[in-house]
């Protein structure tokens, strides 16, 4: 069965550095996402991405968040200066359509800043 | 804005059914959705309704669709302890919004 494939699966960096989280989605999805979850709590949408270009942002994705699709493979979410709020598990997500009946995530990645 | 509401908590017997509730605001919902988070583990798609019906069953799972109520249910009949995780159900119209889960403790 086709995986939405992310890495690292945990990454410590320090307060103030850059970080970028890899994503591979499915290979035929047009529509890539990123979500993140705040241990214990709920899952929150960051923003999506389709045909090159951000097509809705959370509040939550400020100016320090990007995203990038640099290969017709992978797809980027860097964070610039790193906070301690930031710390959280970060999950990429794809889906065929827009309104789709089932998104695909990967496992996550878990960024704990220090 | 959207919001969706789920119980936090629910404790069943082994071989008992369990019944995870979820409410939802937005009426433009295409879909809705269950999934299931084991810990340290990613999202797991269990099943899914499409918005105009107002039952699913798959196998273990029954999914109802109270659309007037904006009410969502996941049965899970014959709860095994491998079923124990959160349930966060979700629903979507261009991004899925989440609940915060409910943590299902299936005991011996």
């Known amino acids: 069965e086709p995986e939405v494939t992310q890495t690292p699966s945990h990454q410590v960096t320090q307060m103030g550095q850059e970080v970028i989280l890899r994503c591979v989605p499915i290979s035929n999805h047009l529509y890539f996402y990123w979500y993140r979850q705040i241990l214990g709590q709920k899952v929150e949408f960051l923003v999506s991405?389709?045909?090159?270009?951000?097509?809705?942002k959370s509040e939550i994705f400020d100016d320090q968040f990007s995203v990038e699709r640099p290969d017709g493979s992978n797809f980027t979410l860097k964070i610039r200066s790193t906070k301690l709020e930031d710390s959280a598990m970060y999950f990429c997500?794809?889906?065929?359509?827009?309104?789709?009946?089932?998104?695909?995530f990967g496992s996550g990645t878990r960024l704990t800043v220090v | 804005g959207e919001d969706v509401e789920q119980s936090l908590f629910l404790s069943v017997r082994e071989g008992d059914s369990s019944v995870i509730n979820c409410t939802y605001t937005d009426s433009s919902s295409t879909y809705l959705y269950w999934y299931k988070q084991e810990p340290g583990a990613g999202l797991q798609l269990l099943t899914y309704?499409?918005?105009?019906?107002d039952m699913k069953q798959d196998q273990r799972l029954t999914v109802l669709l109270n659309k007037k109520d904006k009410h969502l249910s996941l049965r899970i009949a014959d709860t095994q302890t491998g079923d124990s995780a959160i349930y966060f159900c979700?629903?979507?119209?261009?991004?899925?919004?989440f609940g915060s889960g409910t943590r299902l403790l299936v005991r011996p």
């Open positions: 979700a629903d979507s119209s261009y991004k899925l919004i």
């Open positions: 309704i499409f918005s105009n019906m």
């Open positions: 997500a794809s889906s065929e359509a827009v309104t789709d009946y089932g998104y695909t």
């Open positions: 991405f389709y045909n090159n270009e951000i097509s809705e």
